[in-house]
């Protein structure tokens, strides 16, 4: 297996592939409102700081993470501290903290299970909300952000200052929340720290293959090797910068003639996909938005969950897609059409749902069943709503209407949660 890595690697340093490495064996699934590149950009980030040797890791520490820190100085200490003590990069390491079970994107700790610094790697997801107190009838549930589990599970294992320990926010398009890096007692550490993924990737630029050379292993240094092609994937991904290009400017241009029209069809849509969904308990309508990493256009509805008061772990979404530029639901049996088309898409993001295939209400032909049943698509070609404007946007509105309607006894099952 080894063998293969560094024969696949330094083909990739003879010839510039169309897409890199990491493009390459991306394999998780993607879908509309949850692409899976924060899991895989954390996997992958923490595979090449896995391969370095101590003092390069503690040189990328402190130049990814912790530039900003008040307390430097005792991070030095401690990083270049025990040569003995080896460090160990994880990800998904699951803590338990105050009736929470959650697991941090990225930690890293000492061999003897220290915890350092965690690392949580936002692309453009929300962050999460950990439920601390259950509601009833007559109070709501009460809810803390992701982040301040995380600190405060950090302080409740600290060594009373004697060691540091950080809560590090990666992201592209994320702010922090409120109180987050300005030492918010609710974060629970002192060193709260904002890192974006265009310094990553400057970092990673600087420190590739192309700049450097180092200690080889089959005449290819593996993690400056990997790290020129992180670049590129970032690069694909449209994260290697936080300002506007001239690609970003030029498809504005075109984008700016069409918005308004996009935006008046949607508003359309919506009132009439609302009405289709009478029966069925809605939580929070969302507004449309242009994913440019999915290169989709949709709408989407979240749907009150069975017993709670809330809705965030199932929606339906509406609106259309472009394949050529989008690898979201390849591989499905009925496929989704090649061509620019519209689709619909359910799904349902809660432990213990069977799947729509086991409700007993039947699912209609032509929808194609995901994410191990938890998710229904279903797609129709933009050439099928031939017409004029007001005709095209019509029929395109009676298409969502009536997929929403063929479907609706499986919601309304699926929300009475007898499953």
Same mark, same amino acid.
Request: hydrophobic share 40%; proline share 3%.
């Given at each position: 297996m080894q063998a293969v890595i560094v024969l696949l690697i330094f083909c990739a340093s003879m010839v510039r592939w169309a897409m890199s490495i990491y493009m390459r064996l991306?394999?998780?699934? #993607?879908r509309p409102r949850r692409a899976p590149k924060e899991d895989f950009l954390s996997e992958a980030l923490?595979?090449?700081? *896995?391969?370095?040797?101590?003092?390069?890791?503690?040189?990328? $520490?402190?130049q990814l993470f912790l530039t900003n820190s008040p307390r430097i100085h005792l991070w030095r200490e401690r990083l270049q501290g025990d040569p003995g003590d080896p460090f160990i990069w994880s990800t998904q390491y699951q803590i338990e903290f105050d009736g929470v079970s959650a697991r941090p994107d990225i930690v890293l700790m000492t061999h003897q299970r220290e915890i350092l610094l965690i690392v949580e790697n936002k692309v453009n997801a929300?962050?999460? &909300?950990? &439920?601390? &107190?259950?509601g009833d009838s007559e109070e709501p549930s009460v809810y803390r952000s992701q982040l301040k589990t995380y600190g405060q599970w950090l302080a409740s294992r600290s060594l009373g200052g004697k060691s540091p320990d950080g809560l590090v926010l990666l992201t592209h398009s994320v702010p922090p929340p409120e109180g987050f890096g300005a030492g918010s007692l609710e974060y629970?550490?002192?060193?709260?720290?904002? $890192?974006?993924w265009s310094s990553v990737y400057k970092w990673l630029v600087q420190n590739s293959s192309l700049h450097n050379s180092g200690t080889l292993v089959g005449g290819i240094n593996l993690w400056r090797q990997l790290a020129g092609e992180l670049t590129e994937l970032l690069e694909d991904w449209g994260m290697s910068a #936080? $300002?506007?290009?001239?690609?970003?400017?030029?498809a504005a241009e075109v984008f700016a003639q069409s918005r308004?029209?996009? =935006? &008046? *069809?949607?508003?359309?849509?919506?009132p009439r996909v609302k009405s289709a969904l009478s029966g069925v308990s809605i939580y929070s309508h969302q507004t449309w938005d242009f994913d440019s990493h999915g290169a989709t256009m949709s709408d989407s509805v979240y749907l009150l969950e069975p017993q709670e008061r809330r809705g965030s772990k199932w929606y339906l979404a509406w609106g259309v897609?472009?394949? =050529?530029? =989008?690898?979201?639901?390849?591989?499905l049996n009925p496929a989704l059409p090649t061509t620019n088309h519209a689709y619909l898409s359910v799904v349902v993001e809660r432990a213990g749902f069977p799947g729509f295939r086991r409700l007993s209400s039947k699912i209609p032909q032509g929808w194609a069943e995901a994410e191990n049943g938890s998710e229904l698509v279903i797609g129709e070609p933009l050439a099928s709503f031939a017409g004029s404007a007001e005709e095209f946007t019509e029929k395109?509105?009676?298409?969502?209407?009536?997929g929403v309607e063929t479907l609706k006894p499986a919601l309304i099952e699926v929300q009475a949660g007898n499953w």
């Open positions: 991306f394999k998780y699934r #993607e923490v595979d090449i700081l *896995s391969r370095m040797n101590r003092d390069e890791m503690i040189s990328a $520490v402190e929300a962050f999460q &909300e950990h &439920e601390i &107190e259950p629970g550490v002192d060193d709260q720290l904002v $890192v974006k #936080e $300002v506007m290009t001239q690609f970003d400017l030029s308004d029209r996009i =935006s &008046e *069809s949607f508003e359309c849509f919506w897609r472009f394949p =050529s530029k =989008s690898r979201w639901w390849d591989g395109l509105g009676t298409w969502f209407v009536q």
